[in-house]
């Protein structure tokens, strides 16, 4: 079911530069739980996937691998911040178009 979980996890701390000690500290938890979150060992309780999809405004779907989309809420942003975040991923999808383009034979 939570096959995903610990890649997911990882790959959103390390992209926030986040330690697994500040992350567990974030989430009430011990660095060793964050550990082995992202080794398979444990499984959260739920109210702790509410907690990590919070911290990093994403679905528990997609922590869960239900989704393969990443979804941030925003709406708690004012204005100039969700123009900044479309701003941002504009550039991305172009910057990634470019690479692909460059990367056709």
Known sequence: MIYCLPERLKRLRQSM?????QLARLLRVDRSTISSYESSIRQPPLDTLSRIADVFGVSTDYLLGRASNLSFDIFDLTGEDTALLYNMASKLTEKNRRIRQLEEP
């Not at 530069?17 to 000690?21: I, N, T």
């Open 17 to 21: 530069h986040l330690s697994q000690k």
